[in-house]
């Protein structure tokens, strides 16, 4: 049992308890530290969707072109996957709090988180290109969304990814 980090000692043995209570005070912060961060990303992802649902609704969709209507369908999905990404480690977290499998749970919440974010990258680039391209035209429309996606793919990605670590904030 001690093998497993993401199992619990239940024999109440004094040697079996030690490595295995720090283990599990470390998984406790990372599943607290990892559901704190996706309480942040969820009401934004929960926002750019509800305005997404509302724009085929509104008098100015017959005004979309073909295109627009193409990246507004694009978006739409890239949201729906992106939420369903971010809110899955709360389902998974509840469905396997009991079976003792934390290690996985962990695990599998940040991939997913990832994913979620990746997701949630390209669906805020996706509503900036469509608004753009809706009240803009030529180069700008490109510009403008590359430099968005810049800053998000820059600061989400590559400098966390880049990050050794003697190198500062």
Request: aromatic share 8%.
């Amino acid at each position: 049992m001690s093998g497993d980090p993401g199992t619990y000692s239940s024999s109440g043995e004094p040697g079996a308890g030690s490595d295995e209570r720090s283990e599990t005070e470390i998984r406790d912060r990372q599943m607290i530290e990892l559901l704190n961060e996706l309480r942040i990303a969820l009401p934004g992802v929960q926002i750019l969707f509800a305005f997404l649902l509302t724009v085929p609704f509104s008098q100015g969709y017959t005004k979309l072109t073909a295109f627009q209507k193409d990246v507004l369908y694009a978006t739409l999905l890239a949201t729906a996957i992106s939420t369903a990404c971010l809110i899955a480690p709360s389902a998974r977290h509840r469905l396997r709090f009991h079976q003792h499998d934390r290690a996985w749970v962990i695990e599998s919440a940040n991939r997913l988180a990832i994913s979620g974010l990746a997701f949630l990258a390209v669906a805020i680039t996706g509503a900036v290109l469509l608004v753009t391209d809706f009240m803009f035209d030529g180069p700008r429309v490109g510009i403008y969304t590359g430099l968005v996606a810049l800053v998000i793919v820059v600061l989400w990605f590559a400098r966390p990814g880049l990050r050794s670590e003697s190198s500062g904030p």
